[in-house]
Nanobody, 121 residues
């Protein structure tokens, strides 16, 4: 059974930094990509950043030049370094992994439980 466990959320003042981490466990054949999504109250679930197995990263325009995603495929972990945080970054952040688990189809999405990030203005 695949599990994603997130850590690193919390409360920070505007302009501050936080680092989110996510560890993937289970019987995994291969990792396709990992990433972070977020959902703020009253808003849609949105992509924040993705990184694929070739370490190519994609960012939402709203976080470019402020957030950095990194991954260690061998350790099956993904991190999101968030700098210059803004009030509008407040949301629940969800770790996502698209992977091939033993006994499953090659491309399935798995999700963490979410971690709250609150930025005070």
């Amino acid at each position: 059974q695949v599990q994603l466990v997130e850590s690193g959320g919390g409360l920070v003042q505007a302009g501050g930094s936080l680092r989110l981490s996510c560890s993937v466990s289970g019987s995994i054949v291969s990792l396709n990509h990992m990433g972070w999504y977020r959902q703020a109250p009253g808003k849609q679930h949105e992509l924040v950043a993705l990184i694929n197995s070739a370490s190519i990263a994609t960012y939402a325009n709203s976080v470019k030049d402020r957030f950095t995603i990194s991954a260690d495929n061998a350790k099956k972990t993904v991190h999101l370094q968030m700098n210059s945080l803004k009030y509008e970054d407040t949301a629940v952040y969800y770790c996502n992994a698209n992977l091939w688990a033993t006994g499953s189809l090659p491309r399935n999405d798995y999700w963490g439980q979410g971690t709250q990030v609150t930025v005070s203005s």
